[in-house]
Every structure is written in structure tokens, then in C-alpha cells.
């Protein structure tokens, strides 16, 4: 039972133009969320979080919106960087809207930025 | 300040060799969890600790697969007489209050 899913397995985006990454989740104890990024045989690195109490969050380029009702959120990163390119994991918990307890993760979004 | 550490990056057994797996954690944190990815898979959620105590072991293999957090030292992941299938790149996150911070992994090859 997939509970947090990326529908889709690749993105490509144009260099400055917006990147949106999508993950929808069914478990309705999930409170917090998390993006991470990961580069090929490197450790996720953290990008930015959002508690179900908000339904924003933003940290320089990067932006999460939650979506409760649809229980859906996403990433947009403005403007999008060569760099950015990797692959892109969207996390749960039920922790009480902290970090503590276990995270489920999505399978992934492969993101690849084109100069 | 050091991130999660973790050792070795790359390991290999043969089928039936016991595995250790090792992780430091950050500075000033004292929760640890580890996860697996398997092949083109996403992570999977193992177990977490705290010193001296394990708070949820549901991600764990019934046999074979042990953890420690002891008061001094890294935590470590025990594996039993390892099977070609545990072949995968294992993760170790730490944590205070904010979110998880994941080490370089250890890829475990086994022949």
C-alpha cells in the first residue's frame, strides 16, 4: 500500500522557468512533510518542510503548498538551476506535526533542468 | 558542524557473512533512524532509536536484522547471515526537533 505517491517518474524544465513536483498522500494521520533531493550515491539532502498546520511555506527558490482537503502537496522551485537537477522525494510522518517517528516516502521524481 | 556520519560507504559480503553497518549522528542529536532503498525503489522506513532505546522497530525484518543506540558510540545496524536480496543502499537520519538529516549511506553488496 503506496501511501505517499509521486505520479510521475520525470520532469524536464527549461533553465528559469518554474519546476513543479506533485506527491499525493492517503493517510489522513500524516501531518507533517518534507522534501528532500538526492544525487546519485549520495544521502538525501533536505530541502524544506510543512506542518498540516499551514498551507505554505516558502525558503528562498523553493515553495511547499499543502493541500489538505486533497491531501496534496507540491514543490515549486523559481527559478529552476541546471543544478537543481536529481531526484526528488516527497516524505510523511504522523508525529504530531514534528519531525520524530518514521517518514514514508514517495518513490521519487526524476527532475532534469536543461540550460 | 559534522553531518550524519556513516561507515562504510561501501561494503561487501558473501552470502551468509554477518553485516555492520555504522552511523554517527549530528551534533546534539538523539534520534536515529535508518532506511533502506532497495533497486528502484523509494526509501523504506526501518527503525528509529533513541539512546539506549528502541522506539519503533515496525520497518524491521522479523529475523536476521538488529539495531543499537548505545549510550557511547554510533548506532548500528546488525545484519545476519545476509541473502543476496539484502543487497541495497542503507540510510541512517538524525534528528533533534527539526526535520531528518540523512548520512552518504552504506551500499551493501552481497555476493
Known amino acids: 500500500d503506496q501511501q505517499v505517491k509521486q505520479n510521475s517518474p520525470s520532469l524536464s524544465v527549461q533553465e528559469g522557468r518554474i519546476s513543479i513536483l506533485n506527491c499525493d498522500y492517503t493517510n489522513s494521520m500524516f501531518d507533517y512533510f518534507l522534501w528532500y533531493k538526492k544525487y546519485p550515491a549520495e544521502g538525501p539532502t533536505f530541502l524544506i518542510s510543512?506542518?498540516?498546520?499551514?498551507d505554505k511555506n516558502e525558503d528562498g527558490r523553493f515553495t511547499v503548498f499543502l493541500n489538505k482537503s486533497a491531501k496534496h502537496l507540491s514543490l515549486h522551485i523559481v527559478p529552476s538551476q541546471p543544478g537543481d537537477s536529481a531526484v526528488y522525494f516527497c516524505a510523511a510522518s504522523a508525529s504530531g506535526g514534528t519531525s520524530y517517528g518514521k517518514l514514508t516516502f514517495g518513490q521519487g521524481t526524476i527532475l532534469t533542468v536543461h540550460p | 558542524n559534522a553531518g550524519v556520519m556513516q561507515n562504510p560507504r561501501h561494503l561487501v559480503r558473501r552470502r551468509g557473512q554477518e553485516a555492520r553497518l555504522r552511523c554517527s549522528p549530528m551534533?546534539?542529536?538523539?534520534?536515529v533512524y535508518w532506511y533502506r532503498q532497495l533497486p528502484e525503489e523509494g526509501l523504506k522506513f526501518m527503525v528509529y532509536?533513541?539512546?539506549?532505546?528502541?522506539?519503533?522497530e515496525s520497518g524491521m525484518p522479523k529475523e536476521r536484522f538488529s539495531a543499537e543506540f548505545p549510550k557511547e558510540g554510533p548506532s548500528i545496524l546488525r545484519i545476519q547471515q545476509v541473502v543476496r536480496g539484502d543487497s541495497a543502499a542503507y540510510f541512517c537520519a538524525s534528528s533533534r526537533e527539526s526535520a531528518q538529516y540523512f548520512g552518504p549511506g552504506t551500499r551493501l553488496t552481497v555476493t
Open positions: 532509536l533513541q539512546k539506549e532505546n528502541i522506539i519503533d
Open positions: 551534533k546534539g542529536h538523539s534520534h
Open positions: 510543512i506542518s498540516s498546520i499551514k
